[in-house]
């Protein structure tokens, strides 16, 4: 079996943003010649989560409000006290990004049958970007033969 | 490495319905002759997911409780303006089904030992039906010797 | 390709806690020699979770207050109808625990190269403890060469 390692590197906008990643997800398959297998998709961050869903622009407008509903940014969080923790003093006060990540998680597996990812119609491998505007990483692998 | 691919279609109930995978994903362990490995299990719809979870009749009315109240099918969602959305005119209100299946996820990956699914006593893997009813598919691989 | 099964064992506190798996995860990349691949960490119950978060003290406490008023431990659930079930009579109370499961999820996959997990700085694959304390067990299995 063969590996080919990939990694997709994107900027995020303001706060809450999704990103569809399937042109390039798409374009690592082509590169790697693998016909069938599997792709993994992880996310680099603590802040970022990868999940399936459909890429619409309303959609993406209700994810924003209902996370941000579920996990207000304002409520009271330990983790938010910067100057009580070890770490640098201008450490984003990030702990609804955390808690966001957390529910989402931070991995997909997909299957991949004669160089086509086996999604359906309306699916999208997306990035959740849940404490943007930053640089981030995916990364990408794709196994088989 | 071998690589032995599945599908599994099933149709489901009204709104939220849990369906236990496991017979299915026995059988095509056993069909596939892998002894060693692993498994994935990937939803191919927007408004489906796959977890693991105990299979017990009461669990699931809680899960159908506790979702239909976290994100209610009746709050105003963008996503359900169809009018405003290039799609077809028939195309469901079901916001919150998406927002489920991002919470819930897509995809798990098990472990294949001597021929079994390392799994716990209670551990089943679900298809969640989040729109139901309808006819839906999961993408099931086997990988290993 | 290799694959090198693993399980981590440990011993979890009372309700939710949290333990970082990346000793024990890096040891066994170290024990099985595999360079390139990839790692796969399922749980073994219904009420644990593995995901990937920042390892940080007021973080934890923040997840166990966001968990706890989510999904309370008090509401009323069908589940907890011990009586009701077909079941032993001393099976614990733990509904809640189960739907946090389900939103947390029971797998990740992580991307291996050149002996290193493929993860970002403040990343940690973690056990959530969600019905505790008890001796749990997590399946991880690496695959590759």
Redesign the interface.
């Known amino acids: ?1 063969r ?1 080919f ?1 990939a990694f997709i590197e994107l900027q995020t906008e303001q706060g809450i943003s999704l990103h569809d990643l399937m042109p390039e997800l798409r374009q690592s398959v082509t590169q790697s010649g693998i016909q ?3 792709v ?1 998709v ?5 802040t970022t989560a990868i ?4 890429n ?1 622009t ?2 993406a ?3 924003k409000s ?1 996370l941000t509903r ?2 207000p940014p304002g409520d009271r ?3 938010n ?1 910067i100057a ?2 070890d770490c640098p003093p201008d450490e984003p006060e990030n ?1 609804h990004s ?2 966001a ?11 991949l ?1 004669n160089g086509e990812l ?3 119609q ?2 999208s491998v997306m990035l959740y970007e849940l404490d943007g505007p930053r640089t981030r ?1 995916v ?1 990408v ?1 794709i ?3």
Chains 1, 2, 3 share one sequence.
């Open positions: 079996m590996i390692p069938n297998g599997f993994t992880t996310s680099q961050h603590t999940a399936i869903n459909e619409e309303r959609l407008e209700d994810i209902f579920l996990i969080y330990l983790h006290d009580l923790r702990a955390h808690l990540a957390m529910l989402l998680g931070s991995s997909e597996v997909i299957t049958v086996v999604l359906g309306y699916q990483k990364s692998q196994y088989g033969e």
